[in-house]
């Protein structure tokens, strides 16, 4: 496996525990609807929250830039399809966690709300 997958994966595997220590009951990790991906999805007081796994060696880049606005729109029908598809009926939020470092002594930075759905506009 190439460095910055394992490093990806080391990081994520963080942001699970971390999320566990928080009381966040984790429902899925990499779902997959086709094309469509979802790092994790946890549950915590009455919500359903996406969460968005960034992971870097150094801090030189900010893990959020990562989140463009492109990304963001795959994520939002990504968690449209998750919501569909297991009947959800919660508030959904959108995290972020930004893992830096290298294991075992990961930065853990969680980002909650850090962004919206975007809103479509029909003129």
Do not use: C
């Not at 969460?51 to 463009?68: C, F, L, M, Y």
């Amino acid at each position: 496996m190439a460095e910055h997958n394992e490093l990806g994966k080391a990081g994520e595997t963080a942001a699970i525990a971390y999320l566990k220590s928080k009381n966040y009951r984790i429902r899925h990790v990499n779902w997959r609807r086709g094309h469509l991906e979802l790092d994790i999805v946890a549950e915590t007081d009455n919500e359903i929250v996406f969460i968005e796994v960034k992971t870097r060696s150094g801090h030189w880049e900010s893990p959020e830039d990562a989140v463009t606005n492109a990304k963001i729109r795959h994520i939002v029908t990504a968690a449209d399809a998750y919501i569909q598809t297991f009947d959800i009926d919660l508030d959904a939020r959108f995290d972020i966690i930004a893992v830096i470092g290298h294991a075992p002594n990961f930065e853990i930075e969680h980002i909650e709300d850090a962004f919206y759905p975007p809103i479509n506009r029909y003129y």
